[in-house]
């Protein structure tokens, strides 16, 4: 509009004709160019990307490197002292680190593919849910590639400086999951069998400060505080009839006639447990929060017998309310976590340049983790 303003001057002042005698000549008029030019403000720079828009570039930009098999360019997406922390495995950090992980998944799966499903923004930092696909036709740990495909949902949970760059991720996977589907002797029907790679676009949520936001906030908190109580009326007041809780770490989706048996389960298995919380969001009716399942293994968990064990498990919780009421869940962790602290799982050493990151062998999962 600026542009076409300046011009139109620029046209009216050529046009003009100054009134003179007859013994006069007509005043000297200056090119219509010379006066555009001349008129043309200077142009504004051009406004600094939000936050959020900043965040949703690295995530694609991110996405785009580990589908190329770039390691180089996934790297670029972190500072150069940034932090990988996936629980249950040892922490990575810095330009090697980092670069080694990703060649190492590179080497296990050939056809490694990865889609973010959702993103939810507040701030500076990032909850991003995905998938990743891929056939095991490399070296993994040491061991030949099974030849068979997994296909398991994660998220991630990073914290991005100013410019964009991850600081640090914690990146939320079941791998007892993953080591279940290379294994041709895993019983089906034990696990969540592998997931094909999603096409839909990202899916993304902003948080905007809204009162709204707040009251999702306090009514997720509230669920929580009903988890805890072991009280079983409590609990089920907090869920809808036609509620469906996907727990990753678990065979198939828990709906709401299956949830006071699941959660039972574990107020016997970890009697004293509780749930606090790193960070709560309330986006768009979404109750999203990283949080920390703590307790002591008190009872046994199927197979699994009483270690007198503490345990602390993170996890990422992200749960769709409906007045007030959670409908749908989906919870991300390792599972394998738990397993090494009280006992059922070896420890998982570092994985040696050209393995990818995962544990030699699986031990029982179970059943499904706390809301």
């Known amino acids: 509009m600026r542009t076409t303003f300046v011009a139109l001057v620029g046209l009216c002042a050529a046009s003009l004709v ?50 190329a098999h770039d390691a180089a ?10 932090k990988l922390v996936i629980p249950g495995l040892p922490e990575m950090s810095g330009k090697d680190g980092l670069m080694t992980e990703a060649k190492n998944n590179f080497t296990a799966y050939s056809d490694f593919k990865v889609a973010v499903t959702r993103v939810f923004i507040k701030g500076n930092v990032a909850a991003f849910e995905w998938v990743v696909t891929g056939k095991n036709d490399g070296p993994m740990m040491g061991q030949k590639a099974s030849g068979r495909q997994m296909g398991v949902a994660g998220a991630s949970v990073a914290t991005f400086d100013d410019d964009g760059l991850m600081k640090e991720e914690h990146r939320y996977f079941d791998l007892p999951t993953l080591q279940s589907q290379l294994d041709p002797k ?15 676009a990202m899916d993304i949520h902003v948080a905007k400060g809204t009162p709204d936001e707040a009251k999702t906030v306090d009514q997720g908190n509230a669920i929580l505080k009903a988890d805890e109580s072991k009280d079983d009326k409590a609990l089920m007041a907090t869920v809808t009839d036609d509620y469906v809780w996907e727990d990753y770490s678990s065979a198939a989706p828990i709906k709401t006639a299956d949830l006071k048996n699941v959660m039972g389960t574990y107020n016997k298995a970890f009697p004293d447990f509780t749930l606090p919380t790193t960070w709560t ?20 968990m199927g197979t699994i017998k009483a ?21 749908k869940e989906w919870s991300y962790s390792n599972s394998a976590e738990m397993l090494i602290q009280i006992g059922a ?19 029982p999962a179970p059943t499904a983790k706390p809301k």
């Open 18 to 67: 100054v009134a003179c005698d007859d013994d006069k000549k007509p005043t000297e008029t200056v090119p219509s160019a010379t006066v555009s030019a001349a008129a043309a403000p200077t142009a504004a720079p051009a406004p600094k990307p939000k936050p959020d828009e900043i965040i949703t570039k690295t995530i694609k930009a991110a996405v785009s490197a580990w589908n």
């Open 73 to 82: 360019k996934v790297v670029a997406n972190y500072e150069p002292t940034g």
């Open 186 to 200: 895993a019983k089906a029907g034990t696990f969540r069998a592998p997931m094909t790679l999603p096409t839909a």
């Open 281 to 300: 969001w309330g986006i768009d009716g979404f109750f999203v929060t990283e949080a920390t399942f703590v307790g002591t293994q008190k009872g046994p």
């Open 307 to 327: 270690s007198n064990k503490p345990v602390k498990m993170r996890m990422l919780d992200i749960q769709l309310l409906k007045d007030g009421k959670a409908s």
């Open 345 to 363: 799982m070896p420890p998982i050493a570092p994985p040696p340049a050209g393995s990818a990151s995962a544990a030699p062998s699986a031990a």
